[in-house]
């Protein structure tokens, strides 16, 4: 069975997560159909919205930065995961908010490649 538990930023913070979909719903929009409180960060880019998530032990976040589209949060996932992974963990965020699939505005491939040298 999955769980999808909601964990402290350090429980996340030694993976390398990056943007892997968007949802098309604004944080206060999320927030009151889910029932939930995102937390208001800072880092080295701008201020932030996030949720930082365990799912059956895969770390997640879900994020909207001050600078991005008002209607948008971020799916962040491992970099490493494998693209049938990755699709499975974003079904299991969806489900877990009861939300359909169609809430998913765009998608990245996954696994990134980080500093291919074959091209250079």
């Not at 206060?28 to 949720?51: M, N, Q, V, W």
């Not at 799916?75 to 969806?94: P, W």
């Not at 491939?109 to 980080?114: A, E, H, N, Q």
Request: net charge negative; proline share 6%; with cysteine.
């Amino acid at each position: 069975m999955t769980t999808v538990t909601h964990v402290e930023p350090a429980k996340v913070s030694k993976s390398h997560l990056v943007p892997v979909a968007m949802i098309d719903m604004s944080v206060p929009e999320f927030s009151e159909a889910c029932g939930i409180t995102f937390r208001h960060e800072k880092d080295d880019l701008d201020e932030y919205f996030a949720l930082y998530l365990d799912i059956s032990g895969t770390p997640a976040a879900l994020k909207r930065y001050n600078g991005e589209p008002p209607k948008g949060i971020t799916i962040y996932l491992e970099s490493t995961l494998a693209e049938k992974a990755a699709d499975r963990i974003i079904g299991k965020i969806l489900k877990h908010y009861n939300l359909t699939k169609d809430r998913i505005s765009w998608r990245e491939s996954l696994p990134v490649t980080v500093g291919d040298s074959s091209s250079a």
